[in-house]
């Protein structure tokens, strides 16, 4: 599987980003998409996931704030961020895991993300 996230940006404290990741390749494997993020000096952490079912799961963090949803027509996973936080600042990345939420990407470059206070 092959994935492309794109969509950051540098964004005031209180703003909006939305975030889209794009898969191609062995789709037909995929069963969740997922965010994660890393911020500078910390380890990557989950921000959210859907099922292909729709279930989704947030990190506490970020429960209120941001949606995660699929367009499965387009293969692609948006993530909607709303009242941004500064500890929100980190590079954003997405990936696909199997029926047995094993990862099925490689993490890629992902899009930063930058909010200043």
């Known amino acids: 599987v092959q994935l492309q996230a794109s969509g950051g940006g540098l964004v005031q404290a209180g703003g909006s980003l939305r975030l889209s990741c794009a898969a191609s390749g062995s789709i037909f494997s995929v069963n969740a998409m997922g965010w994660y993020r890393q911020a500078p000096g910390k380890q990557r952490e989950l921000v959210a996931t859907?099922?292909?079912?729709?279930?989704?799961n947030y990190a506490d963090s970020v429960k209120g704030r941001f949606t995660i949803s699929r367009d499965n027509a387009k293969n692609t996973v948006y993530l909607q961020m709303t009242a941004l936080k500064p500890e929100d600042t980190a590079v954003y990345y997405c990936?696909?895991?199997?029926?047995?939420?094993?990862?099925?990407?490689?993490w890629g470059q992902g899009t930063l993300v930058t909010v200043s206070s």
């Open positions: 990936n696909a895991h199997d029926s047995a939420w094993r990862f099925r990407a490689n």
């Open positions: 859907i099922t292909s079912g729709g279930t989704t």
